[in-house]
């Protein structure tokens, strides 16, 4: 494992979400802050599109963790529900309540029940739902009608749906007319531009204990900016095999011949070179900068 021969203290790019190695990058802090501030609108609905790859269950996580100390979070990781009883049974499972041997009226009032009750103690119930375009109708219709559980105080539970943008086919539905209406904050997340992918590469050597310029070189960084496109699963995924390809090889600075393995590999295109234009910026080079990545 390349671990050990670049010296690192832990695997930089990691197949899974890491808050801990969070990079904010603009459109992320952008969709954070568009979220927390429907939130703070009691926003009974919210939702945050983004193409695969792009960091969407990343910041599922980091709201979940700096949500906790306010509010009952459950967080479902997968949008498979069939119906209003699938809905009401993961919800009941997240928060390790009964859910067994329910009707779905039985769920749906157990749901309701635990809602009011921990708005009643000053707790509100924030619902994460990951992967949200595979929600069939009635279950988004069920979630709008979660979202009218309220008092003089305020909302009992607001939802914050994670999707791809496949999700429009479905609500532009007739019958979900009214979930339309309600939805009042739609983040998206875009790729990130060239500097900051170089900024989130650098970063991410740097959470680990590496020099960046000691383990990689700007023409490798380069080429992976480039065939990423902005989004960080691939970078996270060209890294890697990049950074384990060249322990492999026993060498110890990942180059441009390392780099290009990786991405031919994983089937994406390194990008050919054009003549630079007048006035156009140079290639990303392995610059720390504080005020992005620290």
């Known amino acids: 494992m390349y671990v050990a021969h670049f010296g690192l203290r832990h695997r930089p790019f ?6 801990a190695a969070y990079y904010p990058a603009t459109t992320h802090e952008a969709a954070l802050q568009q979220v927390r501030q429907a939130l703070a609108d009691e926003d009974g609905l919210a939702l945050l599109v983004g193409e695969p790859g792009s960091g969407k269950t990343l910041l599922a996580t980091l709201l979940v963790e700096k949500l906790a100390d306010e509010a009952a979070c459950v967080y479902l990781t997968n949008g498979n529900l069939a119906g209003s009883a699938d809905l009401y049974q993961a919800m009941l499972y997240d928060l390790g309540e009964p859910y067994e041997g329910k009707s779905e009226q039985e769920l749906r009032l157990s749901v309701t ?11 509100r119930t924030i619902l994460l739902m990951d992967e949200a375009h595979h929600l069939p109708p009635c279950v ?7 979202g009218n559980l309220e008092t003089r105080d305020g909302k009992a539970v607001q939802t914050i749906l994670f999707a791809l943008p496949e999700i429009d086919e479905t609500l532009r539905r007739p019958e979900l007319r009214a979930f339309r209406q309600r939805l009042t904050t739609r983040a998206t997340l875009d790729r990130l531009p060239t500097e900051e992918t170089a900024d989130y590469l650098v970063h991410h050597l740097r959470i680990a204990g590496a020099r ?15 065939a990423s496109g902005g989004l960080p699963r691939l970078i996270n995924q060209a890294m890697h095999l990049a950074l384990e390809l060249t322990c492999q090889a026993g060498e110890g600075r990942m180059d441009a011949e390392g780099a290009l393995e990786a991405l031919s590999r994983l089937g994406l295109e390194a990008a050919e070179e054009e003549p630079a234009a007048a006035g156009t910026a140079d290639p990303p080079r392995l610059v720390y900068r504080p005020g992005l990545s620290g």
Not at 216 to 221: Q, T
């Open 14 to 19: 990691r197949p899974t979400p890491d808050p």
């Open 113 to 123: 029940d635990g809602v009011l009750q921990r708005y009643a103690e000053g707790r």
């Open 140 to 146: 988004l219709e069920e979630l709008r009608q979660l």
């Open 212 to 226: 960046p310029e000691a383990i990689v070189s700007d023409e490798a960084v380069e080429l992976i900016v480039k």
